[in-house]
């Protein structure tokens, strides 16, 4: 049974920094690329950040590029978000899966939230 569970956000003045994790488990964590996503209030849920398996390259969306950095530990199967230069747009819930645009599962965790203030 595939679980993902997100953890590590909370309440940050913008300029901040925070740093994610996502303990995932029930699939070969070490073999797929994992993602970061978010949803902002009144809005669809978007992709952030992407690594591939062994953390052989990563992506990230324009708007978190060079402010974000994912990456994985493949011993404790978790994957990170270290988000820095926090901005008020940055709030919302975030959310870990397996895969990129497509995810893997369908499965979603509960998210953690991310809340910027200016």
């Known amino acids: 049974q595939v679980q993902l569970v997100e953890s590590g956000g909370g309440l940050v003045q913008s300029g901040g920094s925070l740093r994610l994790s996502c303990a995932a488990s029930?699939?070969?964590?070490?073999?797929?690329?994992m993602s970061w996503y978010r949803q902002a209030p009144g809005k669809e849920r978007e992709l952030v950040a992407t690594?591939?398996?062994?953390?052989?390259?990563?992506n990230y969306a324009d708007s978190v590029k060079g402010r974000f950095t994912i990456s994985r530990d493949d011993a404790k199967n978790l994957v990170y978000l270290q988000m820095n230069s926090l901005k008020p747009e940055d709030t919302a819930v975030y959310y870990c899966?397996?895969?990129?645009?497509?995810?893997?599962?369908?499965?979603w965790g509960q998210g953690t939230q991310v809340t910027v203030s200016s």
């Open positions: 899966n397996a895969g990129g645009y497509y995810t893997l599962f369908p499965n």
């Open positions: 029930g699939f070969f964590f070490s073999s797929v690329a």
């Open positions: 690594i591939t398996s062994a953390g052989r390259s990563t």
